[in-house]
C-alpha cells in the first residue's frame, strides 16, 4: 500500500477547482488501496481531501500538533491520530510514514512543507517522489521563482528534477501508479 503524504491548504482557495481537486484526491488514494497521511484537520483543502478520502473507505493517518487540536481536527472514525508537540515534528511524522509527497494548493504552511522536504532530498536525504499538483495554473508563479533561482545561480539545474509538477489528479495518479507499479 503506498501511503501518501498530502501537504494543503487550511483554507478552501478562491477557485471551485481547488476543493473538487482535493476531493478528487481524496477518491483516488480510495480507488487505488492507498493510506492518506495528513494533517489532521478538518478546515480547508486538509478537510476536503480527509472527507473525500474516507467517505470512499481510504485508510487514514492524521497527523496535529496540540495547539490546533482545537482549532482544525475532528475525529473520524477509522482514521489513526498522532498528536505532535509542534508543526516541525509534525511535518518529520507525516514524512517518515509516507512514501511519496503530494501538494495541493495552499498557503505560507505548504509552502514551507514543499520546500522542507525539496531540501530534504536535494542534500540526499530522501529519494521519496515529490509532486506539485498544478491545479488551474496555482504552482506557475513558484515554478518561475525556481527557474529564476536557478538562473540567478543560487541552485543547481539538478533542483527540477528533485520534483514533478503535474497538472491534475489523473497525471498525478498515472505518476503514482508508474513509481511504484
Known sequence: ???????????????????????????????????????????????????????AGAARLGVIPVHLLGQEAKER??????????????KKVMFMNSDAIAVLPGGAGSLDEFFEVLTWAQIGLHRKPIFLIDVDG??????ALIDHVIAEGFADASLRGQFKSVPDIPMLERALLSDFG
Open 138 to 143: 496555482y504552482w506557475q508563479p513558484l515554478l
Open 1 to 55: 500500500m503506498i501511503s501518501l503524504c498530502v501537504f494543503c491548504g487550511a483554507r478552501i482557495g478562491a477557485k471551485p477547482g481547488y476543493s473538487s481537486a482535493a476531493a478528487e484526491l481524496g477518491r483516488t488514494i480510495a480507488r487505488n488501496g492507498w493510506r492518506l497521511v495528513y494533517g489532521a484537520g478538518d478546515v480547508g483543502m486538509m478537510g476536503e481531501v480527509a472527507r473525500a478520502a474516507a467517505d
Open 77 to 90: 472514525s477509522g482514521e489513526t491520530m498522532v498528536v505532535t508537540e509542534n508543526m516541525h515534528e509534525r
